[in-house]
């Protein structure tokens, strides 16, 4: 599986004011984690919370709060099954008369969960010939699945009416008008994906609104209805 969805909402006019998106954020939940460490202990590796939101209709972003070692291999794995990999590149910053390389960075890592239950999570950082993992678990309270459809009208589009209708609401700024069907949504989440992700909140330049921020609960509903789109998800 590849590394997952990493932006937001999509193109648009200078000056689109955000609203505020009500439910979504209220259910929104950021736990610590106390995890279980394996390994060599210099090792810098730690997961110190994790952000989603309870009562969704499923599935749902869980978002790992990590500290990763620099020029290691990491994996992530659920319930036993691995559900991402990466190099963690060199991170380096230039100062006027020595350059420092930092032996670990902060990152946000999100995985999909599609049902209620215990998360079994384990995070691997290989290194050489050192290695690290930590684990933990949670559990997560999901609402019964519904319709791509009715989570689409019910959770996102009142969002997208309260947060991109100035600049979206009559198709002048193009890609998709926050009164689409889903289907017609659908097909600009696919055509667009990476888009979606990234101009609205702010990773990306050729968007003046920044309605949402990274990996706040409005980008991870976003985040979530993406991934149905483009995995073909049906409640079973």
């Known amino acids: 599986?590849?590394?997952?969805?990493?932006?937001?909402?999509?193109?648009?006019?200078?000056?689109?004011?955000?609203?505020?998106?009500?439910?979504?954020?209220?259910?929104?939940?950021?736990?610590?984690?106390s995890g279980t460490t394996e390994g060599d202990a210099t090792l810098p590796l730690d997961i110190s919370g994790i952000r989603f939101t309870e009562r969704t209709?499923?599935?749902?972003?869980?978002?790992?709060?990590?500290?990763?070692?620099?020029?290691?291999?990491?994996?992530?794995?659920?319930?036993?099954?691995?559900?991402?990999?990466?190099?963690?590149?060199?991170?380096?910053q230039v100062l006027p008369a020595v350059t420092v390389c930092e032996d670990s960075v902060f990152r946000k890592v999100p995985v999909m969960i599609e049902r209620s239950g215990e998360m079994n999570v384990e995070v691997v950082a290989m290194k050489g010939d050192r290695w690290r993992s930590?684990?933990?678990?949670?559990?997560?309270?999901?609402?019964?699945?519904?319709?791509?459809q009715?989570?689409?009208?019910?959770?996102?589009?009142?969002?997208?009416?309260?947060?991109?209708?100035?600049?979206?609401g009559n198709g002048n700024a193009g890609v998709f008008t926050a009164d689409d069907t889903w289907p017609q949504f659908r097909t600009s989440l696919i055509n667009?994906?990476?888009?979606?992700?990234?101009?609205?909140?702010?990773?990306?330049?050729?968007?003046?609104?920044?309605?949402f921020s990274p990996y706040d609960a409005t980008y991870r509903l976003m985040a979530e209805m993406l991934w149905r789109a483009e995995g073909d998800f049906s409640c079973s």
């Open 134 to 148: 930590e684990s933990f678990s949670q559990t997560i309270t999901l609402a019964s699945c519904q319709s791509n």
């Open 192 to 211: 667009r994906g990476d888009a979606f992700y990234r101009y609205p909140s702010g990773q990306d330049p050729g968007h003046d609104a920044h309605p």
């Open 57 to 92: 209709p499923g599935p749902v972003m869980v978002v790992l709060e990590t500290e990763l070692p620099t020029e290691a291999d990491v994996q992530v794995y659920v319930d036993g099954y691995l559900v991402k990999e990466e190099a963690i590149p060199r991170s380096c």
């Open 150 to 168: 009715a989570t689409y009208e019910s959770e996102l589009q009142p969002i997208l009416r309260g947060s991109c209708e100035r600049c979206h």
């Open 1 to 33: 599986m590849r590394w997952l969805l990493w932006g937001l909402c999509i193109a648009g006019l200078a000056g689109c004011n955000p609203a505020v998106p009500g439910d979504v954020q209220e259910q929104d939940e950021s736990d610590p984690v």
